[in-house]
Each structure stands twice: as C-alpha cells, then as structure tokens.
C-alpha cells in the first residue's frame, strides 16, 4: 500500500546543478501538488495538476518547471539550483479537488 | 490572498486535553484540516470539517468551527506522548482546492 512515494529523500547540490525530484502515487488520483516547506513555516505551494497534461503555478513556482504525462507521476525539476531553494519538498494527490490530500514522505534538498 | 494563523506552540501534560487553535481569513473556505507532521515525516491527515459544520468528533480529536469569527479548533482529549508533533490547520479554497497551510502549533507532551 505504497500511497506517495517521492525520491530521493535527501539531496545535495551544488549552485547552478539541476535535478528532477520524482512523485509517484498508485491511487489512481487526479489531482497531484507539489509543495516547500520551509524551517518554521507552513507549506508553501509550488505547481498543481489536476490531471494529466494539465500544470498550473502556485503561490512560489519561480526556479521549478513540472510535467504530467501520466496520472501517476508529476516530477518537479529545478534548472539551475540556487540557495534559496533549500527546503523540504512534499509532493501531494487526492482523487478530486474537494477529496483531502495525501502527502509523501518529502525531500530534504539542500543547494551549498 | 488566504492567511491562517495558528499559535507557534503549545505545552501540556500527559492526560491533559490539548486545544490548538487556528484563524483564517476566507469566508468561501470549503473545507478545514487537521494534519499532523512528527519529525523528519510527511503530513498525516488527522480530520478534516466541512464549512457547513459545527462541529466534528472522531475518537479522542474534536474539531470546533466557528463561522462567523473564522475561528477552527482542534481538541485532543487525553493526551499522549505519542501525540507530541506540529499540527497544520488547512483551508480549501479555489477551484482546484488549493491548501494554505498555517504556520503549524508545536505540541510538546510533559510527563
């Protein structure tokens, strides 16, 4: 019953690397989010897609790009990595938009 | 845009009730969440209310909505050591049901 699965859990990189933080969820959900969280805060989110071949910016989307080829993933790529994306990343589904959401384990990447 | 508010912590003993209160700015909130996050973990859906409720109970967690003030409070009765975490509140707007999150309420259980 694997639910979210998000990979990998924890990342270095180094300024102006790149790299796709993968989201794969098996319960058949439409809607798909990926969100920050920075220390202290609450989740801030990124990109949302209410299915597949449909992306939408959320409240901070500058510095990431998003797909959604398929129901099941919805990778989130940063291009050219910077300090200030140093965060927690939690990828989210849920089956409709009024359905709750059903959050990953996350992504602790930190950009040096 | 949307605010939620919430207390940055709180401090109970084991056996107490723990109250965590949240305020929000938007009146078309639809629905209102609970999550709970223990260290180095992800997001766990404790409940959730419909704007068009009360009030909700589901075994030792009641949740308190209050319309008018944009006022959600959740109740934990009997509190456990195993409940020391950050719980989120949450609110639905927009058509896509975008979440805001609080800032989260740290609950620390004493012995």
């Known amino acids: 019953n694997a639910g979210v699965t998000q990979t990998p859990k924890f990342r270095i990189l180094k300024i102006g690397q790149s790299m796709t933080l993968q989201c794969a969820q098996d319960?058949?959900?439409?809607?798909m989010y990926w969100y920050r969280q920075d220390p202290g805060m609450g989740l801030k989110l990124i990109y949302y897609?209410?299915?597949?071949?449909?992306?939408d910016k959320g409240e901070v989307p500058n510095g990431y790009n998003v797909s959604r080829s398929t129901t099941e993933d919805f990778p989130l790529r940063l291009e050219l990595a910077a300090p200030s994306q140093t965060s927690v990343y939690f990828c989210?589904?849920?089956?409709?938009?009024?359905?709750?959401?059903?959050f990953g384990d996350g992504t602790r990447l930190s950009i040096l | 845009g949307e605010d939620v508010e919430q207390s940055l912590f709180l401090s109970v003993r084991e056996g107490d009730s723990s109250v965590i209160n949240c305020t929000y700015t938007d009146s078309s909130s639809t629905y209102l969440y609970w999550y709970k996050q223990e260290p180095g973990a992800g997001l766990q859906l404790l409940t959730y209310i419909f704007s068009n409720m009360d009030m909700k109970q589901d075994q030792r967690l009641t949740v308190l909505l209050n319309k008018k003030d944009k006022h959600l409070s959740l109740r934990i009765a009997d509190t456990q050591t195993g409940d020391s975490a950050i719980y989120f509140c949450?609110?639905?707007?927009?058509?896509?049901?975008?979440?805001?999150f609080g800032t989260g309420t740290r609950l620390q259980v004493t012995l």
């Open positions: 989210a589904s849920s089956y409709a938009g009024n359905q709750p959401q059903h």
């Open positions: 897609s209410v299915g597949a071949g449909i992306t």
């Open positions: 319960m058949n959900h439409n809607y």
């Open positions: 949450a609110d639905v707007t927009g058509t896509a049901s975008k979440l805001t």
